[in-house]
């Protein structure tokens, strides 16, 4: 069975910093690529980060580019997100997800809450 | 970035009923599409994708379509357990983009 488990998350001031997890099992970690999607309170779904299977190659939202970080460790199964001068905006919940043919995402873990406010 | 305009924002239909949201995509995306359905307080799920391939374990009563660079879910018997809000996602370039939202609620 597939599993995404994030954790990490918490209650942070303006301008801080968080490091999200999302450990992976029920499926070969290091065969896909991986992407961290969010969604603000009462809002829509808004994709973030993109890594490959391999860390070859990362894509970003505008939102986020300069700002946060995607990584992997393939020997620990473990997705990352680095967030660093966080705003009330990135205020969501974080889901990790499971890359489908590349394209779609077809396992999405539980989602981590993330706040952001002084 | 590619914007997917999905109406309507919220719907109200009764148990049995043909149910059909739509995305409209700014541009050519092909059949890089897919639709999630996300119940109240749980993570998103894949329904369909390659806008009209079911995903595994999906009932058949959802169904994809194309016409152009719009693209449609059909619930052909509303279910209650259909209740909750749909997402359509173009898969063609990143930034991967959403469509606003679809919430279905019953009559």
């Known amino acids: 069975e597939v599993q995404l488990v994030e954790s990490g998350g918490g209650l942070v001031q303006p301008g801080s910093s968080l490091k999200l997890s999302c450990v992976a099992s029920?499926?070969?970690?290091?065969?896909?690529?991986m992407h961290w999607i969010r969604q603000a309170p009462k809002k829509g779904l808004e994709w973030i980060a993109l890594?490959?299977?391999?860390?070859?190659?990362?894509y970003y939202a505008d939102s986020v580019k300069g700002r946060f970080t995607i990584s992997r460790d393939n020997s620990k199964n473990t997705l990352y997100l680095e967030m660093n001068s966080l705003r009330s905006e990135d205020t969501a919940m974080y889901y990790c997800?499971?890359?489908?043919?590349?394209?779609?995402?077809?396992?999405w873990g539980q989602g981590v809450m993330v706040t952001v406010s002084s | 970035d590619i914007q997917m305009t999905q109406s309507p924002a919220s719907l109200s239909a009764s148990l049995e009923e043909i149910v059909t949201i739509t995305c409209q995509a700014s541009?050519?995306?092909?059949?890089?599409l897919a639709w999630y359905q996300q119940k109240p307080g749980k993570s998103p799920q894949l329904l369909i994708y390659?806008?009209?391939s079911l995903a595994d374990g999906v009932p058949s009563r959802f169904s994809g379509s194309r016409s152009g660079t719009q693209y449609s879910l059909k619930i052909s018997r509303l279910q209650v357990e259909d209740i909750g809000s749909y997402y359509c996602?173009?898969?063609?370039?990143?930034?991967?983009?959403f469509g606003g939202g679809t919430k279905l609620e019953l009559k």
């Open positions: 890594i490959y299977y391999d860390s070859s190659n990362k």
């Open positions: 997800a499971k890359g489908y043919y590349s394209s779609y995402f077809d396992y």
């Open positions: 996602q173009q898969a063609h370039s990143n930034p991967r983009t």
């Open positions: 541009q050519d995306i092909g059949n890089w």
């Open positions: 029920g499926f070969t970690f290091s065969s896909y690529n």
């Open positions: 390659d806008a009209t």
